[in-house]
């Protein structure tokens, strides 16, 4: 069974910044992709970055030049660098590893930005 642990997360004032991060069971070769999703309470779970396993990266509009999506193959990590945080992106944000017929999913961290 593929475990994905999320670490990272916490309380921030807005402009500020936090990394986290997604160690997998299994090395992360094995996936199609890597994502981070997001989820507030009420609302779907939405996109926030997603890495290929040959690199290639795509963003949420929001996110897009205040994070950062990458990848450790060497420690089977994935990575979610955020800047310039704001109270927006309040919310648990979720590990997702993507194989053809099976998504995996990690336990989520919560991430608070103060105004």
């Not at 916490?10 to 070769?29: T, Y």
């Not at 992709?33 to 996109?47: I, N, S, V």
């Not at 290639?56 to 950062?68: E, I, L, P």
């Not at 994935?78 to 336990?107: E, F, H, I």
């Amino acid at each position: 069974q593929v475990q994905l642990v999320e670490s990272g997360g916490g309380l921030v004032q807005a402009g500020g910044s936090l990394r986290l991060s997604c160690a997998a069971s299994e090395s992360i070769f094995s996936f199609n992709a890597m994502a981070w999703y997001r989820q507030t309470p009420g609302k779907q779970r939405e996109l926030v970055a997603r890495i290929t396993s040959v690199g290639s990266t795509n963003y949420a509009d929001s996110v897009k030049g205040r994070f950062t999506i990458s990848r450790d193959n060497a420690k089977n990590t994935v990575y979610l660098q955020m800047n310039s945080l704001k109270p927006d992106d309040t919310a648990v944000y979720y590990c997702n590893a993507g194989r053809t017929y099976r998504d995996y999913w990690g336990q989520g961290t919560q991430v608070t930005v103060s105004s």
